[in-house]
């Protein structure tokens, strides 16, 4: 590991955005980590975007061309267990035979505990204090990003598997709606409207 121009030993999000020339990332994590006047980002939505960067500039390196939804759809086949293992290995030699060595790009990628690493040890970033209102509008803004990466995955996956013959060729419509009931009085609301009204308003009494 080589040492930066203070003698310090400098992080692996510094190294990597070296080799794959991503420097201006370093002012677009903090950026976007402490929000900067717009929506946080979490650290793990950031060491992915920071990662599909690398496999990104990694591919175009090799003179291919890749559009970022591929580069999505690449990245998630090389890393989530769901995926099957005969389409990891498919685009795991596609992107061989284009010169990319996958065994290299995946060791470059980060976590989001070195993402946090380079934040605050190299940046001095921290977060702003927020308020009550601010931390469960975050918090509602999460749980409705996560509601819409689960309706994009099962909607390919239905894709997927409907290209393949293996369900039924039908117009698929897929709906995600996270919900919470009461367990005491039993009442059903959606997520946001639990939040925005400060929880169940119910007297605490189980239901008869």
Same mark, same amino acid.
Not at 54 to 60: E, G, I, N, T
Not at 89 to 117: A, N, P
Not at 169 to 178: A, Q, W
């Given at each position: 590991?080589?040492? *930066? ?21 370093? =002012? ?13 980002? /979490? ?6 975007? &920071? ?13 291919? /061309? ?16 769901? $995926?099957?293992?005969? *389409? ?9 035979? /284009? ?9 470059? &990628? ?18 702003? =204090? ?16 996560? +509601? ?7 909607? /390919?996956?239905?894709? =997927? ?13 897929? &709906? $995600? ?10 009442? *059903? ?16 009494? =189980?239901? +008869?």
């Amino acid at each position: 590991m080589a040492d *930066d121009s203070s003698g310090g030993r400098r992080t692996k999000v510094e190294r990597v955005m070296d080799q794959y020339g991503l420097e201006e990332w370093g =002012e677009r994590l903090e950026a976007e980590w402490i929000g900067d006047g717009t929506e946080r980002t /979490s650290l793990r939505d950031l060491a992915t975007e &920071f990662n599909q960067a690398v496999l990104r500039a990694a591919v175009r390196e090799a003179g291919a /061309s890749v559009l970022d939804t591929d580069i999505d759809s690449l990245y998630r086949t090389l890393t989530d267990d769901d $995926v099957s293992r005969s *389409d990891a290995v498919r685009k795991r030699r596609d992107l061989e035979r /284009s010169g990319v060595d996958i065994d290299d790009v995946r060791s470059d &990628f980060v976590t989001h505990q070195t993402i946090y690493t380079y934040l605050t040890n190299v940046r001095d970033a921290s977060l702003p =204090e927020e308020d009550s209102e601010d931390r469960i509008e975050r918090k509602k803004e999460t749980v409705q990003r996560l +509601a819409g990466r689960t309706q994009v995955i099962t909607e /390919s996956t239905l894709d =997927e598997l409907r290209n393949a013959d293996e369900i039924t060729d039908k117009d698929y419509e897929v &709906f $995600v709606d996270v919900r919470a009931i009461c367990g005491q009085c039993g009442a *059903d609301y959606p997520i946001a409207e639990l939040l925005d009204q400060g929880g169940c308003d119910c007297d605490g009494t =189980e239901p +008869a």
